[in-house]
């Protein structure tokens, strides 16, 4: 069972900027798609961005798109989570995910593996 473990989230204020970090314990990182996603207090969990396993493809959800950067180096098995011009609207429990597939994946229930999620807040 592969493991995945978040890093880098945080309290930030308006306009900020954070990456998160996804780092997993898996003995071929390339074999794996990545993806994002978060949920806020009291809404449903939702997806913010995915990446096939070479990096070449990703998707992202409207509300992050040309904020949010996803990227991933298989050399040291990471997914990253570049995220610039936070809103409030971003203050959210960030969960990575992962599965091994060749393809972008945004629904959460195609993904086998999941980590403990960080924190970001965002205030204002």
């Known amino acids: 069972q592969a493991q995945m473990a978040e890093s880098g989230g945080g309290l930030v204020q308006v306009g900020g900027s954070l990456r998160l970090s996804c780092t997993a314990s898996?003995?071929?990182?390339?074999?794996?798609?990545m993806g994002w996603f978060r949920q806020a207090p009291g809404k449903e969990r939702e997806f913010v961005a995915a990446?096939?396993?070479?990096?070449?493809?990703?998707e992202y959800a409207d509300s992050v798109k040309g904020r949010f950067t996803i990227s991933r180096d298989n050399s040291k098995n990471t997914a990253y989570l570049s995220m610039n011009s936070l809103t409030p609207e971003d203050t959210a429990v960030y969960s990575c995910?992962?599965?091994?597939?060749?393809?972008?994946?945004?629904?959460?229930?195609?993904?086998?593996?999941w980590g403990q999620g960080t924190q970001v807040t965002v205030s204002s």
């Open positions: 898996v003995r071929t990182f390339s074999n794996y798609a």
């Open positions: 995910a992962g599965v091994i597939s060749t393809l972008v994946l945004t629904s959460p229930w195609e993904y086998r593996s």
């Open positions: 990446i096939n396993w070479s990096g070449a493809s990703t």
